[in-house]
């Protein structure tokens, strides 16, 4: 028998320290090697003043044991609070956020009877990255940020979640005929990365249609892999839809750390009443007994409770007539998943993870050869200004004046359209204008030549509100065009 494995438990607020009592009652129930090390999270701690709401010692033990099963967690309403999950994810690095969205027809009530999807989201970038602005008085603005790496991690660790757990199928979600740049090189990268896995079928939609289709037939889905904002979205509509969401649990993946979890919150109104339904968190610490490597234990846990759902034994939540023989509490439901430890279900289809291992975790330098390095020229500069003094044409009148030293203008546009040269009337501007110049040689620029046009634009009276420099890459634009254009 292997040693215990350390990991972090933190018991969270509102229904968490419920389940994460019914949780650890089963785990020790089922003989799991643990070795719990207890931190306080949340709301006592946001109430402390400790806008992170994680206690400074708490990153030590997280960063001994590696392993992190936590309960939801309350955020205070307000400003100032930061979401822990958000913290939590981009200080350890988990990059893989995996839930798996099944059916237990016809135990739980579910429109989808045959319903069995992994959605691998990624975790870390995308419009996450948290970098938004207040560019005018009538525009924000949010980076996307998709690169390479990220991309080539996350679309990697789903094939290899697919080859692990015998799956057939990895589809990919994105919005790539309007964002060709971003969602463009995930797609691509999601292509060439499939060709190294032969023997897994993959396929790409784009979001929209994917997403009506996971709804109406989710049957056909597998693996799903997405950018972080789909991700988000989609893998609770996921949970949802196969029956509950106080049923699905969660894996957050990081190179060095992981994190399981309900994904259902805190549930404050449940709390202290012995109803919730613990499934979500003990299903979250069925993947991490097979991610320290005990196989033996996840396969006790997830047989007995599978026999407990289809014996009838329901909490409140998935309550239903006929197919519920049993209403019980918290606690109850926790028994009577213990008394049913090293049975299997009869119906609904065992779990197994016999030669299951945990799915490696790709650094994050790439893993197929680097891509050949390109060469990279600058070849103009998109100005934007904060600008509320008329019309396009008079913008551009006062623009031209400032095209010399080898750059010229060659376009506005508002909110993406091209509003100059030659707009329709109909086009609505507000007062943040792109103002595209470019190399009037179409040679390579130097970065000197930029700052002069900045200096006449500011010389113009004209405010700035940032520049994007604009590139080709071995000739290819690295810039999307204005709409219109
Ligand atoms: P919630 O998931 O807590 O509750 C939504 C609904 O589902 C409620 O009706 C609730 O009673 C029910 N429900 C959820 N889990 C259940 C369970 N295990 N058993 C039975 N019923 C269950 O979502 P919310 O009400 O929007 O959020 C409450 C708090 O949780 C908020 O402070 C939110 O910020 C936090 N939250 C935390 C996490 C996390 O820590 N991972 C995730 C989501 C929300």
Redesign the pocket.
């Known amino acids: 028998m292997s040693e215990a494995t350390a990991i972090t438990v933190a018991h ?1 607020d ?2 968490g320290p419920e ?1 994460m009592e019914a949780t650890l009652t089963v785990l020790k129930g089922a003989g799991a090697r643990l070795e719990i090390e207890s931190i306080e999270i949340g709301q006592s701690v946001y109430l402390r003043g400790l806008t992170a709401g994680i206690e400074p010692s708490a990153w030590e033990s997280l960063r001994r044991t590696k392993v992190f099963l936590k309960a ?4 205070p309403q307000g400003g100032g609070f930061k979401s822990l ?1 958000v913290t939590i994810r981009k200080t350890l690095g988990l990059f893989a956020n995996v839930r798996p969205c099944v059916s237990y027809h016809p135990f739980v009530r579910t429109k989808h009877p045959m319903m069995d999807v992994v959605v691998v989201r990624e975790n870390e970038e995308d419009l996450y990255a948290g970098i938004e602005y207040r560019q005018s008085h009538q525009v924000v603005e949010a980076l996307k940020i998709i690169s390479r790496p990220g991309s080539e991690r996350i679309v990697r660790y789903a094939f290899d979640y697919a080859r692990k757990y015998g799956r057939k199928k990895v589809t990919c979600f994105t919005k790539d005929n309007i964002m060709k740049l971003t969602d463009g090189l995930f797609h691509r990268i999601f292509d060439e990365v499939a060709q190294s896995y032969p023997d897994i079928r993959n396929e790409h939609w784009i979001v929209d249609i994917g997403a009506a289709k996971l709804a109406d037939t989710p049957e056909v889905f597998d693996v799903i892999v997405m950018p972080n904002l789909y991700g988000d979205i989609l893998s609770d509509v996921a949970a949802q839809i196969a029956g509950s ?2 049923l699905a649990g969660s894996a957050n993946i990081g190179e060095e750390c992981a994190m399981f ?2 994904i ?7 709390a202290g009443q012995n ?3 613990p499934s ?1 968190l003990l299903l979250g610490a069925v993947m991490m007994l097979v991610h320290v490597g005990q196989t033996d234990v996840a396969e006790r846990v997830h047989n007995a409770w599978l026999r407990t759902i289809e014996e009838g034994i329901h ?1 409140y ?1 998935i309550y239903t007539e006929g197919a519920t023989r049993q209403k019980v509490g918290t606690r109850e439901f926790a028994r009577a998943v213990v008394e049913r430890l090293g049975k299997k279900p009869e119906k609904l289809k065992a779990a197994s993870y016999a030669g299951v291992s945990r799915v490696a975790t790709p650094a994050s330098t790439p893993h197929t050869a680097a891509p050949p390095r390109e060469k990279k020229a600058t070849v103009g500069v998109d100005v934007f200004l904060d600008w509320r003094e008329g019309s396009a044409e008079r913008l551009a009148e006062i623009l031209r004046k400032t095209s010399a030293g080898g750059l010229e203008l060659a376009m506005i546009t508002n909110r993406g359209v091209k509003v100059w040269p030659e707009r329709l009337p109909e086009t609505f501007c507000s007062d943040h204008w792109r103002c595209r110049f470019l190399s009037s040689s179409a040679e390579e620029i130097d970065h000197g030549q930029i700052t002069s046009l900045l200096e006449r634009v500011n010389a113009a009276g004209l405010e700035f509100i940032k520049i994007e420099t604009l590139c080709t890459f071995d000739g290819q634009p690295g810039y999307s065009l204005g709409q219109g254009e």
């Open positions: 969270g509102g229904i389940i939801p967690v309350t955020t999950n969401v106080g979890e309900a259902h919150g805190s549930a404050p109104r449940r109803l919730a339904n979500g909490t939540d």
